[in-house]
């Protein structure tokens, strides 16, 4: 079962912070990934930043410095702290996980509805 919401988008100013809240109910077994992507209006949807089971933390080179991502695993929420916005970071920010639900299953994606954020003077 698998249920992520996100919220915390809104508009910015460009230099602004902004933190987006994941709520997660993951029940997987073995490895499992989370993370957030970002979609700009009319490009694809790119990895901005991921975090394992075990805390360890990737961040995408174009967000390294202004962004951080964590997780509070008792309040089962994920965050992505972003500060010194820029309008690049413009764009629809998406909840992710990847992981198996049973053994033997292959790895599956699964997304929120994403946020919207809009870094614009």
């Known amino acids: 079962q698998v249920q992520l919401v996100e919220s915390g988008g809104g508009l910015v100013q460009p230099g602004g912070s902004l933190t987006l809240p994941c709520d997660y109910l993951?029940?997987?077994?073995?490895?499992?990934?989370m993370g957030w992507f970002r979609q700009a209006p009319g490009l694809a949807r790119e990895r901005v930043a991921s975090?394992?089971?075990?805390?360890?933390?990737d961040m995408a080179k174009s967000v390294t410095g202004g962004f951080t991502i964590s997780r509070d695993n008792a309040k089962k929420i994920m965050y992505l702290q972003m500060d010194s916005l820029k309008p690049e970071d413009t764009g629809v920010y998406f909840c992710?996980?990847?992981?198996?639900?049973?053994?033997?299953?292959?790895?599956?994606?699964?997304w929120g509805q994403g946020t919207e954020v809009t870094v614009s003077s």
């Open positions: 992710n996980v990847r992981g198996r639900l049973r053994w033997g299953d292959p790895e599956v994606d699964y």
């Open positions: 993951v029940s997987m077994v073995g490895d499992v990934f």
């Open positions: 975090i394992s089971n075990g805390g360890y933390k």
